[in-house]
């Protein structure tokens, strides 16, 4: 169910609204250093901790298969450096872990990396500034805690002792106060 038309692109349910999110191969040549590079930038504009700072190579942190293969065809459809992109920063999946909200995930739902949510959190300045707002599970990444190649974690962002922080911790995890961002397939 499509619920109000903005622009030629379709607002799908449960979306939060349209989101501008930049290629990530446009900031560095690996998904891990656009990561750093977009931390760096968001850090720079309010309190900020990156508990995975020196972390964000490929042995710790990767796209997830699914969401890569459907940000790749959403950027055949738009050309540009920026896409478009339906989402929300978490409500819907709220108290469940990564894991559970890609479990239940609709057909057309995407999980959103760090990157991505990083981007939005620079363009939404009144997300996360206080401890009593939505923590966002980044469902859309993997993390291996230890580099030991075992990717049971998942990158997420979070308030916490006057700023915000990123981090990871278990998928399997679930929080009342936190829920994964996702973003939705233009139908």
């Given at each position: 169910h499509e619920k109000a038309v903005t622009?030629?692109?379709a607002l799908p349910e449960n979306a939060e609204g349209l989101f501008a999110i930049p290629r990530w191969d446009k900031f560095a040549p690996t998904y891990g250093e656009a990561v750093q590079v977009v931390l760096a930038k968001l850090g720079s504009t309010r309190p900020f901790h990156?508990?995975?700072?020196?972390q964000l190579g490929p042995d710790w942190l990767r796209q997830r298969e699914k969401t890569v293969k459907m940000f790749q065809m959403l950027g055949n459809q738009q050309?540009?450096?920026?896409?478009?992109?339906?989402?929300q920063f978490g409500l819907l999946h709220r108290g469940r872990s990564a894991r559970?909200?890609?479990?239940?995930?609709?057909?057309?739902?995407f999980g959103?990396?760090?990157f991505a949510i990083a981007c939005m959190l620079l363009t939404h300045k009144e997300r996360l500034v206080q401890w009593e707002q939505?923590?966002?599970d980044c469902a859309g990444d993997e993390y291996a805690p230890g580099a030991g190649g075992q990717f049971l974690g998942a990158p997420c962002f979070f308030w916490v002792g006057g700023g915000l922080r990123f981090g990871a911790r278990w998928c399997d995890g679930a929080l009342a106060g936190g829920?994964?961002?996702s973003w939705f397939f233009p139908q």
């Open positions: 622009g030629k692109l990156n508990y995975c700072e020196g050309k540009g450096d920026i896409l478009i992109v339906p989402a559970r909200a890609r479990w239940v995930f609709k057909t057309n739902e959103l990396g760090s939505l923590h966002i829920g994964s961002a």
